[in-house]
């Protein structure tokens, strides 16, 4: 069994995946093209042009411009087949996905019938791969508090088709607490809670989203390195960060793979999981993060904790995660 394959077959959860980063430029022509959507870009050449990201913002802007072309329930699931698919090959046996509902509603969609689509093929995915998963609602935090209230009220009479809450996009200027209310009705219903901090924004938001936000789980938080008090607490208080080589490479939050304080976090106790952020822009499903970083050193043996991590640090119940493990 070489490395590569072996990589591909560690039986893996993905816990940092946005399934609207899963659209391939492909997808998004064609979809933008029987939904009467128009963009910018004469063709796929022209589009793939656009994949070069200077930071968080430059990519969020395509991202969001993509999006646009997301209409109807079918799109939806289509979507998340698409992604099930890929990640079939990949080791993954379960996945907990993000999905950005504002942004839809600001884009005139129903969120239920987003979620609706979703669900269908993530049911779908676990009749045809065996992959379990759970959806969370993660809120955009650059856009008004009250969009956020607003989709949390519209889905609070489904509460169980919902895993988690999260919190996503521009980060610098956003801090978790601003979303100390949302948070706590999340967890009211039942919901776990996780939030993106410490990817562009310090150290001192990877504590907020602990202190105020109570998460669970912290999505990039690798700016939690300059901080020795906070990774003292992460590695106690046992928070799992869901790390993504491949976007904080193409995001230049770092400038080489070989600079990402992984191996440093691991020492002091951190668990650690690797996934891919959103794949179709960045360059590489999850396997392919775990091949980046062989790529720069990290052993079978790492590589095969970090797997392990990532279905223990996910929020399956007991008797699945063993079946898992
Ligand atoms: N960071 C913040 N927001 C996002 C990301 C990310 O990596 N991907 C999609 N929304
Ligand atoms: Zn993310």
């Known amino acids: 069994l070489n490395m590569h394959t072996a990589l591909e077959t560690l039986p893996k959860s993905e816990l940092h995946l946005h399934i609207e980063g899963s659209l391939e430029p492909e997808l998004a022509l064609e979809l933008a093209d029987r939904n009467g959507v128009s963009l910018p870009y004469d063709s796929l050449a022209d589009l793939r042009e656009q994949y070069q990201f ?6 969020l802007d395509l991202y ?9 329930a079918d799109d939806f699931r289509d979507l998340a087949l698409a992604y099930f698919k890929k990640v079939s090959a990949q080791g993954v046996k379960h996945a907990e996905i993000f999905f950005d509902p504002q942004v839809h509603v600001s884009n005139g969609l129903d969120v239920n019938m987003v979620m609706d689509g979703l669900l269908e093929g993530m049911h779908e995915a676990k009749a045809r791969y ?5 959806l969370i609602l993660s809120i955009v935090r650059d856009m008004p508090v009250d969009t956020a209230q607003s989709v949390l009220d519209s889905v609070k009479n489904r509460a169980d088709d919902i895993l988690g809450i999260g919190l996503d996009s521009a980060e610098v200027g956003y801090p978790p607490h601003l979303f100390t209310k949302q948070f706590e009705e999340a967890t009211a219903l039942g919901w776990h809670r996780v939030a993106h901090a410490g990817e562009e924004g310090p150290a001192s938001y990877v504590i907020d989203a602990l202190d105020n936000l109570h998460a669970e789980r912290i999505d990039h938080g690798i700016h939690s390195v300059t901080d020795a008090t906070l990774l003292e607490r992460l590695a106690s208080e ?6 993504c080589p491949l976007s904080n490479r193409r995001l230049q939050v770092v400038g080489s793979l070989e600079n990402l304080p992984l191996h440093n976090m691991m020492e002091q106790g951190v668990l650690i999981n690797v996934n891919s952020d959103d794949p179709a822009y960045f360059g590489g499903y999850i396997a392919d993060n775990y091949q980046a970083l062989e790529g720069v050193g990290f052993t079978l043996s790492e590589l095969s904790n970090m797997a392990e991590n990532s279905i223990t640090a996910s929020f399956i119940s007991d008797v699945e995660r063993d079946a898992l493990l």
């Open 54 to 59: 200077t930071n968080l913002q430059s990519f």
């Open 64 to 72: 969001y411009e993509l999006m646009g072309t997301l209409k109807t």
């Open 130 to 134: 065996g992959i379990t998963s759970g």
């Open 238 to 243: 046992r928070i799992p960060l869901t790390t």
